[in-house]
């Protein structure tokens, strides 16, 4: 059984074939290419050989993950996720622990940016729960 790597009529992608196949479907377009008018790129009995030289034409790059995005508001991400969120007690651990991440120490004020019209009731919800205790007159943190 022998593999090559071949560029699709249609699409121009390269791709790995079976050999022994008459015929194969294209995965990027879907269109099914007879195998002995196509131009081999390259050939190995080996399959793991033939992918790695397909991997080596195309490199696949895995995006740093642990790289922050910059431009992005992190008070108004915390806003989405609050306004998101369904369940009423994740809702008030992740507006503690989201204020606390972005101000250190937050207010009243600060809580007001993220529901206006309830700010004051989370606070004291917060706060009953244990979720946030005040470190000085005014300024709570998780």
Do not use: W
């Not at 022998?2 to 479907?25: F, L």
């Not at 007879?34 to 790059?61: N, S, T």
């Amino acid at each position: 059984m022998t593999y090559a790597v071949v560029s699709c009529r249609k699409c121009k992608r390269q791709r790995m074939i079976d050999r022994s196949a008459e015929s194969s479907k294209c995965p990027y377009c879907g269109n099914t290419d007879e195998h002995k008018g196509l131009r081999i790129i390259f050939e190995d009995k080996d399959q793991k050989a033939v992918r790695d030289a397909l991997a080596q034409m195309h490199p696949f790059d895995i995006p740093d993950k642990k790289k922050p995005a910059e431009g992005i508001d992190p008070l108004s991400t915390l806003i989405y996720r609050y306004e998101k969120c369904r369940d009423p007690k994740e809702r008030l651990e992740m507006v503690a622990a989201g204020l606390t991440e972005i101000y250190g120490t937050f207010t009243l004020e600060d809580l007001e940016k993220v529901d206006e019209k309830n700010a004051e009731r989370l606070l004291k919800t917060m706060t009953e729960l244990c979720l946030v205790y005040e470190v000085r007159y005014g300024r709570y943190r998780t």
